[in-house]
C-alpha cells in the first residue's frame, strides 16, 4: 500500500477537532506542527540534585510502583516473594508486570501472585502483554488469545493491562496505524467490561513519522485514532525524550520539535501511568542519552511529575513506575529510584 496522498483530510480534521495538535497543508503534504506549551522541555535540565530538602513531596503518597521487567534476574533467581519483600522495604506502593513467570525460582500460579503482592503490600497497577504474533494462533497476546489475557488481568486485580508493543501490526503507513488503532479499541473495549483500562507503552519510533506521510508524526494518529474512553496511553518518559532527540524532523526533513510533557498536558487524562526511567545526556548517542540509574541523570522528574500533578485530579489519577531495562545491580536501582523520587520536595501555593 504505497499510495501517498499529501493531505487526509479525515485525519487531519480528527486532528484539529480534538484539538491536540494543528494540522496544517503545506507545501503538499500534511505539516502537523509541533507542540507550543508554555512548559520548556525538560530534557535539557538536571535532575541530579533537583527538589532536594524543604517543601512537601512531590510524589503522591501511595502512587509509586516499580516494572518488574527492571527486576527479571531477580525474579528468576530469586521468586517473586523475595523481591517483593524488598520492594515493600525499598517503600513500593505498587508493581507492574512482565510476565507471571518466574523460571528457576518455580512455579507460581496467579493466585498465589495476588495474594503474595497483597501480603506485601504491593497494589498490580498493571501488566504488559505482547500486541500480536500472527503466525502463532496459540500465542499469549491481545490478538490472538484476548479473552484469556483479561482473564488473567482480572484475577490479578488490576486496574489497568496494557501493551509495551508498538503499533505496528499491519505497517507503518497512516492506514496501517489507523487499523492498530482499531485493534485497540476492540481491547479496550474488553477491558472496560471488566473494569479495567486498557494501555500502550511507547518507546522512541512511536513519535517517528509515517512512510507514506512523512509529514505525520505515527503517535499523534494513534491518539486521533482511539477513543479516550476505550485506549489510555503509558508515557515512557526516557523514550519520549529519547524520540526528541531523534524525530524533531518530519521524514521529509522539515522542523518538528515536541515536548514530551506538553503531550500530557494536553490530555492528562489518557495518561494514568508513567514509567519514570533517566538518562546523562550524549549527543553522539542514537537516542541523545545513555540510560542511567533514576536521580543519576539528566531527566528533571520534580519538575515534570510536579507539572502533571496540578492538572485536573493529577494527584490522585496519575502513577509512577520506576524502570531501567539494563541496570547494573537491579535491586540497587530499585532502592535509589525509589529514594530519589521520595526525596523530591516542591513549596505548594506558591507561583
Not at 154 to 172: F, K
Not at 330 to 339: E, G, P, R, V
Amino acid at each position: 500500500m504505497s499510495r501517498k496522498k499529501s493531505v487526509d483530510p479525515e485525519l487531519a480534521a480528527k486532528l484539529s477537532r480534538r484539538n491536540m495538535l494543528g494540522v496544517a497543508a503545506g507545501t503538499g503534504a500534511a505539516a502537523i506542527l509541533g507542540l507550543s506549551a508554555a512548559t520548556p522541555a525538560a530534557a535539557g535540565d538536571k535532575g541530579r540534585g533537583h527538589g532536594h530538602g524543604k517543601g512537601e513531596p512531590v510524589l503522591t503518597p501511595g502512587h509509586l510502583g516499580i516494572q518488574l521487567y527492571s527486576l527479571r534476574d531477580k525474579v528468576n533467581s530469586l521468586g517473586f516473594a523475595k523481591v517483593f519483600a524488598e520492594l515493600e522495604r525499598f517503600g513500593y506502593d505498587e508493581i507492574e508486570y512482565a510476565g507471571y513467570s518466574q523460571g528457576a525460582a518455580g512455579d507460581i500460579t496467579i493466585p498465589q501472585l495476588r495474594k503474595l503482592a497483597r501480603n506485601h503490600g504491593l497494589r498490580p497497577i498493571g501488566s504488559h502483554v505482547n500486541y500480536a504474533d500472527d503466525n502463532n494462533p496459540n500465542a499469549y497476546s491481545f490478538a490472538q488469545n484476548l479473552e484469556k489475557v483479561l482473564d488473567d488481568a482480572q484475577a490479578l486485580g488490576l486496574d489497568h493491562i496494557g501493551t509495551a508493543s508498538g503499533p505496528w501490526r499491519h505497517g507503518d503507513t497512516v492506514d496501517a496505524w489507523k487499523r492498530a488503532a482499531e485493534d485497540f479499541n476492540t481491547y479496550g473495549a474488553a477491558a472496560r467490561k471488566r473494569g479495567m483500562k486498557f494501555y500502550q507503552h511507547n518507546h522512541a519510533e512511536e513519535f517517528s513519522f509515517a512512510s507514506d506521510q512523512p509529514g505525520v508524526r505515527l503517535y499523534d494518529v494513534l491518539l486521533a485514532e482511539t477513543d479516550p474512553k476505550l485506549v489510555y496511553l503509558e508515557m515512557d518518559i526516557y523514550w519520549a525524550f529519547a524520540a526528541k532527540h531523534r524525530f524533531s524532523q518530519t521524514g521529509d526533513g522539515k522542523p518538528a520539535p515536541f515536548d514530551p510533557l506538553s503531550y500530557v498536558l494536553k490530555q492528562p487524562d489518557r495518561y494514568p501511568l508513567f514509567h519514570v526511567k533517566d538518562g546523562v545526556k550524549n549527543e553522539e548517542a542514537r537516542d541523545g542519552y545513555d540510560m542511567v540509574d533514576v536521580g543519576d541523570g539528566d531527566i528533571d522528574y520534580k519538575k515534570f511529575i510536579s507539572a502533571v500533578n496540578k492538572t485536573h485530579n493529577g494527584r490522585r489519577d496519575h502513577h509512577w513506575q520506576a524502570e531501567h531495562d539494563n541496570p547494573v545491580d537491579s535491586l540497587l536501582f530499585a532502592k535509589k529510584s525509589s529514594d530519589h523520587l521520595h526525596s523530591l520536595r516542591e513549596r505548594r501555593g506558591h507561583h
